[in-house]
Nanobody, 121 residues
Framework: QVQLVESGGGLVQPGGSLRLSCAAS????????MAWHRQAPGKEREVVAF???????NYADSVKGRFTISRDNAKNTVYLQMISLKPEDTAVYYC???????????????WGKGTQVTVSS
C-alpha cells in the first residue's frame, strides 16, 4: 500500500558527492520519521541518519559533518546529500519511513528496495 522509491545512487570517486532521494507514495495519511540506512558487504544494516516530522535530525558518527538529511513534507520525500565520500561509505542505501495509512491509524515502518552507492577509484 505504501511504496518508497530511492534514486541517486551510483559510482563515485573518493571525495566525491552524491544526492539520494526517496519518495513515498500510496494510501498515506501521515509520514512521521524518515531515515536512511545502509548495509555494506558482510555487515549488518545500520542507521545513517533520520529526520523527524518537525525537522530535527540525527546522524551516525561515521557520517556526521559529511552527510545531510532533509525532507520535503509536501512531496513526502527525503533526501541524503553526501559529500567527501569515502570507500567505507560503499553500501546499499535504504530509505525508511514511519507511515500511517488512510485506512489504518497504526504507525508502521516501510522500506525501499535500496540503491547502490559505490565509492571507489
Amino acid at each position: 500500500q505504501v511504496q518508497l522509491v530511492e534514486s541517486g545512487g551510483g559510482l563515485v570517486q573518493p571525495g566525491g558527492s552524491l544526492r539520494l532521494s526517496c519518495a513515498a507514495s500510496g494510501s498515506i495519511d501521515s509520514v512521521y520519521t524518515m531515515a536512511w540506512h545502509r548495509q555494506a558487504p558482510g555487515k549488518e544494516r545500520e542507521v545513517v541518519a533520520f529526520i523527524l516530522s518537525g525537522g530535527s535530525t540525527n546522524y551516525a558518527d561515521s557520517v556526521k559533518g559529511r552527510f545531510t538529511i532533509s525532507r520535503d513534507n509536501a512531496k513526502n520525500t527525503v533526501y541524503l546529500q553526501m559529500i567527501s565520500l569515502k570507500p567505507e561509505d560503499t553500501a546499499v542505501y535504504y530509505c525508511n519511513a514511519v507511515v500511517s495509512l488512510t485506512t489504518d491509524w497504526r504507525q508502521r515502518n516501510y522500506w525501499g528496495k535500496g540503491t547502490q552507492v559505490t565509492v571507489s577509484s
